[in-house]
């Protein structure tokens, strides 16, 4: 059995430009301080400038009743791989809930490292394993048969850090199914176009 999801280029993914906005601010009302510290809150200019041209997006997670161990299981339209069981879920106690959590997403502007990827998603990107399958369980199941969400569904990867690994969510039209495998951080890359999700 596969224990690592292959690695595929995908196509140029553009962000679309976000809505103009009733609501104004004025940076009379925040001190430099303040705007400083609420950039690098959020994960630094980079990621602040993704914000405005809606690259970057944020995501309140409710987090589903804890059955990871019972959803997480290969079927027609979902591929575990091994690597994701003995990395990810087996360190999930039965039963185990995690708390809600705001995570954002960014698309890769470019093809990037895991290092490149990290250092963009600031301090405080890493996700426990409790949580990463709390939040890729409920995005899966908002976007059951692959339909439109907060996830992926061209074929580019959705990428998600833990401690341990890299965990990589696709979606494959051809057979109609989510994948969810595992990476070990290396140099080889990602493609611009993938999404990285953190906390």
Known sequence: MATTPPRVRGKIFWATKPKETAMNWTTKDWTQGELNALVKKIGGGQVARGILDDTVKF????????????????????FIYDGFRDLVLAKVGKGEQAKPIVSKSVALPRDMT???????LGNGHIFTEVEVCAVIQKL??????????ELLNNGFANLFYTSSCVVVVRWLADVGRWNVGTWRRDVIGWSAGDRAFSR
Do not use: N, W
């Not at 995501?59 to 979902?78: I, N």
């Not at 899966?140 to 969400?149: D, L, P, R, V, Y």
């Open 114 to 120: 895991d290092k490149e990827i990290e250092e963009m």
């Open 59 to 78: 995501t309140v997670t409710e987090m589903p009743a804890p059955y990871y161990h019972e959803f997480f299981q290969t079927r027609s339209d979902l």
């Open 140 to 149: 899966i199941t908002e976007q059951e048969g692959g339909k439109e969400g």
